[in-house]
Each structure stands twice: as structure tokens, then as C-alpha cells.
């Protein structure tokens, strides 16, 4: 099977203007259009280990980004994603397709994969055991997910959406580029120096933005299952001491309910597998400033229950 570093970059940019890409990225095809160049070089830098399948295999999401044809294009360019040809967020400036692809991407998984329960939550493995890092925006989740699975010798899952499996409680990867937004951005560039970024790209909804590439082995393992075993509520505190406090399932059950896209929607379902998670898994508070000693936390991190 081609993977997307098979194509060279031209020939990459012409299929994406053409016909379009079928890209496998974990459980779900995507099939992409669009002739802007600067969605092309994002694809080429940080999806080249990802699979491309043929032109008329099944995509479960089908996206296209384009220029709008309105007055603004000749002062202030934008760009716009349709879904299955509808348009679903407001037209963002040009130079920010490649976010916008991503987000895009999020929405079409949190809002059609209800197969899953779907937290707003980054997840890693080591060991066959899983830890959750649920958290909203600001707390520092992507910056840990980023440091854990670049130095930390973790698998990446996801950095966004957790995906349970109904039937069986297991998790289910989708290893994607890394979202690091503002200062993060500077504090991985040091502590991963090997890791690949893309331009950041400034003045979005969330502030500067950059996406760090997926680890290749978390992608070549995107069909492998993990079994939960922590759930961490990341918070970062300027000059704060690393500390990792203990939470009841009671209420590690009402944050994580808090934070899932589909609970609501699924109703027991939903109830039964957030309950069978928390349980089999061990819940703490943590508290962080400096990642060496986060990412030794989570190495000494007990075993779960049996």
C-alpha cells in the first residue's frame, strides 16, 4: 500500500487538486480535496507515514478546502472546508488551511463516530496500559502528550479525542499531528529537538499555532487496541511543584462525563462504558511545571486493578 511520503511533492499537490486523496488515519478513511498549496505542504511533512488508499475505496468523511469566490480574495484571502459539500465553520484567512484541515478533521470524528464514546482527551500507552489526559484548552495537555510520546517512550493514541469502544471498553488509536498552540510550541521545539513541526501559523481562534508529526511507530500500530489504566487531570501552574493527587471515581466520572463530545447522545451505552473505564482505572489530580519531572510521575505511576 502507498503511503503519502511515496508521492513527491508535485505529484502530491496534483492528486490533491484533482481527483483528491483517500487518507487512512486510524480507523477512518478521509477523502481530501483541495488545490491550495500550503494544505499540500502540511499533508507532505506531517502525513507522509500515512497510508493512501485507491481512489474508489470507501472514505467515511469526504473534505474539501477552497478559496472563496467573493470580493475578499483579492485583499484578504480566505479559505473554507465543506463537508460532503456543505460548508460547516465560518471562511478563516488563507494561510490557515492547514489548521483548519485539522480542526475540520476533529469535528467530522467527534461529531460521526458514535460507535465510540468520545472524550475531549489526549491518550498514551506504555506497557499495554493506557493514561488518559482529559483537560480543556490551557491546561497543558498537548504540551505533556507531546513531551510523553517525543522523550517519554510512549505510544501516541491521539492528542484530541479518545475513542472507547462500546462492546469491549478498549481504546481505539488515532494518531494524528500534535496541536501546540502559543508557548507550547518554543517549549517542545527544545525539549524534542528532533521532532518535526510545521510553521506556526499565527492570529487563529486559539493564538499561534504549529502541529508536531506523529511518532511513525504510533502509526504503523494504529490498529492496536490499549486497555485503560490512569486517568490524569492535567493542570500547568507556573513555578508549581509536581503533584499527583488521588480522585475519586465519583467525581473522575463526572469530569470525564464533562468532557466527552457523545455521552449525552448514547445514552446507557455511554453511562455503562464511562462506568467500566473508570473503574479498571486508577484517577488522580496532577499538578506541573517542569516536564522532566511530569513525564518521571507517570513512569512511577502504580498499576491499576485487576
Known amino acids: 500500500m502507498l503511503n503519502v511520503g511515496s508521492l513527491a511533492r508535485a505529484e502530491l499537490a496534483a492528486q490533491l487538486a484533482g481527483a483528491g486523496i483517500r487518507l487512512r488515519t486510524g480507523a477512518f478513511t478521509t477523502c481530501l480535496h483541495s488545490a491550495i498549496p500550503s494544505l ?55 494561510d490557515q488551511a492547514f489548521p483548519m484541515f485539522e480542526w475540520g478533521l476533529n469535528w467530522c470524528v467527534s461529531s460521526r463516530a458514535n460507535r465510540y464514546l468520545i472524550v475531549h482527551a489526549a491518550v498514551v500507552e506504555k506497557g499495554g496500559r493506557a493514561l488518559i489526559l482529559p483537560a480543556p484548552p490551557g491546561s497543558g495537555k498537548s504540551t505533556l502528550c507531546a513531551a510523553l510520546v517525543g522523550r517519554g517512550g510512549w505510544r501516541l493514541l491521539s492528542d484530541e479525542l479518545t475513542l472507547l469502544r462500546l462492546d469491549d471498553g478498549l481504546l481505539h488509536p488515532l494518531p494524528r499531528p500534535v496541536s501546540l498552540k502559543n508557548a507550547s510550541i518554543e517549549i517542545i521545539a527544545r525539549y524534542v529537538p528532533q521532532a518535526v513541526m510545521s510553521r506556526p501559523v499565527t492570529d487563529t481562534v486559539k493564538g499561534t499555532v504549529a502541529h508536531m508529526r506523529a511518532p511513525a511507530a504510533s502509526i504503523a500500530r494504529s490498529g492496536e487496541t490499549a486497555r485503560p489504566a490512569w486517568v490524569v487531570f492535567p493542570r500547568y501552574e507556573a513555578g508549581a511543584a509536581t503533584a499527583l493527587e488521588p480522585l475519586a471515581p465519583a467525581h473522575a466520572f463526572m469530569q470525564l462525563a464533562q468532557n466527552c463530545f457523545n455521552y449525552s447522545l448514547l445514552g446507557a451505552h ?3 462504558a464511562l462506568g467500566g473505564l473508570v473503574e479498571r482505572s486508577l484517577s488522580y489530580n496532577f499538578r506541573y511545571s517542569l516536564l522532566d519531572e511530569a513525564l518521571d510521575a507517570f513512569d512511577r505511576l502504580p498499576p491499576p486493578p485487576l
Not at 502540511?42 to 477552497?66: M, T
Not at 470580493?71 to 460532503?84: E, G, M
Open 270 to 272: 455511554g453511562f455503562t
Open 40 to 94: 499540500a505542504e502540511g499533508i507532505a511533512l506531517l502525513y507522509a507515514d500515512y497510508p493512501l488508499l485507491a481512489a474508489d475505496d470507501f472514505a467515511d468523511f469526504h473534505l474539501q478546502l477552497v478559496r472563496p469566490l467573493n470580493a475578499r480574495r483579492w485583499i484578504k484571502p480566505q479559505v473554507k472546508l465543506l463537508y460532503d459539500r456543505r460548508s460547516i465553520f465560518k471562511p478563516l484567512p488563507l
